[in-house]
Each structure stands twice: as C-alpha cells, then as structure tokens.
T-cell receptor
Framework: NAGVMQNPRHLVRRRGQEARLRCSPM?????VYWYRQLPEEGLKFMVY????????ESGMPKERFSAEFPKEGPSILRIQQVVRGDSAAYFC??????????????FGPGTRLTVT | DAKTTQPNSMESNEEEPVHLPCNHS???????IHWYRQLPSQGPEYVIH???SNVNNRMASLAIAEDRKSSTLILHRATLRDAAVYYC?????????????FGKGTLLTVNP
C-alpha cells in the first residue's frame, strides 16, 4: 500500500532554470496539497488541488510558481526561473476526500530543492 | 484559525511515557485538534486527532481537557524513533479548513 510519492527527492538547479516537482498521491486519494518548508522555518501551505482543478492557491507566490493536477498522472509543482530564495523542502500531501476538519492528510517524503 | 501554544522542546528517556502539552484557549466549538509529527529529514506524519473525547490509536493517545482549552498528546513508551518535532494544529469549520497551519511545534528528544 504505497504512500504519497514525490520525486525527485533532491533537485539542484542553477538560478534561472526551471524546477519541476512531482507528487503521486496515495491510491484512491483525489485531493492534493503542497507545502513549503524554508530553512529554519515552519511548513507553509501553498496550494490545494483536486483533479483538473485548483481549489486554493492563496499560499503560492504570485509569480514563477504554478501547480497542476491533471486527470491522469501526478501533480506537478513548477517553479520557473528559480532564485536562491526558492531553496527549500517542498512537501506534498493527499487526502481521500475534501480535507475538512476531521480528515487527516498524508505527506510524502518531500523534494529538497537547492538553487545554486 | 485559533492559535496553539506548545513548549519549544521536551526531553524524555526511552521506554518512559511522554506527555506533550498544547494550549488552545481560543478554540471554538467546532475546531478539531490534530497532531502531526516530523521526524528529521522526513515529511510530516499524522498522529491523531479529536474533538471532545479522548482518543487512542496505535501510535498515541490524545487527552482533551473538559473545557477544550488544552490537550495532551501521550506517547505511552517513548522510543528513539519518536524523536521528532510534534505539532498541535486546530482545524476549524471555516471555508479553508483543509489547510494545516503549522507552528513551531515541540522538539522531543528521547535519551537512550
């Protein structure tokens, strides 16, 4: 019973390059959440997606960041023209239903992005 | 979202019980209390959640005060693998209640 999978686990990009982070939710889960953990800071919500829909992207930086969760395949968090400040751990979580008050979220191992 | 207050750090010995406190004095009647933990270099892991009654699962127990202004996560026998940051999070009934709002949590150190 595979958990949430994220790849790559580690990603190194030079400033100005693009970073693509992938997340496969747990089997049967159709709700995906992305969080970011900057060095020495807590986890912050970025975006909530359902299949083919962005429900809430209020935590995403306005520029360079985008997310999708297509009908088929993993969810993708895309960062264009990366800068050093994007270096962080990016975690994906999933839940089986609308992630309301009583539902837990299951997290992946994260992708650690380093921008050089 | 209502705020929670946790001690920055706690220390325990292996095979002893650990009681991790959380204060949430502004909790509303429909807020659930969730606990997650994050082991070093890993993603957060769901531990337990509850509303009013005490809850038990294979990982831990959650004791909720009668007035719901505080709760305690109980690890019955700490192991070295329980060393982690523990987060107490309230999830309310508002429109964006799917968001987990992580604070600084409690860093639990387990001594062999």
């Amino acid at each position: 019973n595979a958990g949430v999978m994220q790849n790559p686990r580690h990603l190194v990009r030079r400033r100005g390059q693009e970073a693509r982070l992938r997340c496969s939710p747990m089997k049967g889960h159709s709700h995906v959440y992305w969080y970011r953990q900057l060095p020495e800071e807590g986890l912050k919500f970025m975006v909530y997606l359902q299949k083919e829909n962005i429900i809430d992207e209020s935590g995403m930086p306005k520029e360079r960041f985008s997310a999708e969760f297509p009908k088929e395949g993993p969810s993708i968090l895309r960062i264009q023209q990366v800068v050093r400040g994007d270096s962080a751990a990016y975690f994906c979580a999933s839940s089986p239903n609308y992630g309301g008050v009583s539902y837990e979220q299951y997290f992946g191992p994260g992708t650690r992005l380093t921008v050089t | 979202d209502a705020k929670t207050t946790q001690p920055n750090s706690m220390e325990s010995n292996e095979e002893e019980p650990v009681h991790l406190p959380c204060n949430h004095s502004t909790i509303s009647g429909t807020d659930y209390i969730h606990w997650y933990r994050q082991l070093p270099s890993q993603g957060p892991e769901y531990v337990i959640h509850g509303l009013t009654s005490n809850v038990n699962n294979r990982m831990a127990s959650l004791a909720i005060a009668e007035d719901r202004k505080s709760s305690t996560l109980i690890l019955h026998r700490a192991t070295l693998r329980d060393a982690a940051v523990y987060y107490c999070i309230l999830k309310g009934s508002g429109g964006s209640n799917y968001k987990l709002t992580f604070g600084k949590g409690t860093l639990l150190t387990v001594n062999p």
